[in-house]
């Protein structure tokens, strides 16, 4: 009985997303919010899930409003937020419906990223996402498991 870690997930209902290591050593990972395709990382550590400023027109965000929440993160502190909520985001095959995405200045992300030679990012998909589809990381063959949502 040679039972995969692949096998055992998907009899369980789960689905699987591939990830792309970069040279930062960060999990990229495709996704599509309300129907728009954008790159992000793939971040357990960050609470929420987010995009830049810049990205509210792109992916034609809901709802924008300014929040009293600072973020953290990447060494930068105090960072000013929005928020918008009722989003669809999309990773593989599994739609996230009514999902909130925080807002924020992201451009000290990309910079790290482009002076390691890796892609800038339209965002960060963060613990929020990854706990309401009970996402499984398989690090060694690089894949992402979500549960569908029923």
């Known amino acids: 009985m040679d039972n995969t870690l692949k ?10 997303v591939k990830l792309k290591l970069t040279k930062t050593n960060h999990f990229e990972i495709k996704a599509t919010i309300n129907g728009v395709k ?4 793939l971040d357990t550590g960050a609470s929420n899930s ?6 509210a027109q792109k992916f034609e965000l809901k709802k924008v409003k300014d929040s009293k929440i600072l973020a953290a993160g990447a060494g930068a502190t105090n960072m000013a937020t929005q ?7 999309k990773l593989g095959r599994l739609k996230i419906y009514k999902s909130a995405l925080v807002l924020f200045d992201l451009s000290h992300v990309n910079t790290a990223l ?9 965002g960060i998909i963060g613990a929020d996402i990854l706990k309401k589809v009970k996402g499984i990381i398989d690090y060694e063959k690089k894949y992402l498991y979500l549960k569908k949502l029923v």
Do not use: M, W
Not at 7 to 16: E, G, P
Not at 38 to 41: A, D, E, H, K, P
Not at 83 to 89: H, P
Not at 114 to 122: E, L, R, Y
């Open 83 to 89: 928020v918008s909520k009722n989003n669809t985001i």
């Open 38 to 41: 954008g790159l992000f990382i």
């Open 50 to 55: 987010c995009v830049g400023f810049e990205a």
């Open 7 to 16: 096998d055992f997930l998907f009899a369980k209902d789960y689905i699987r």
């Open 114 to 122: 482009i002076n390691h030679n890796a892609q800038p990012v339209d």
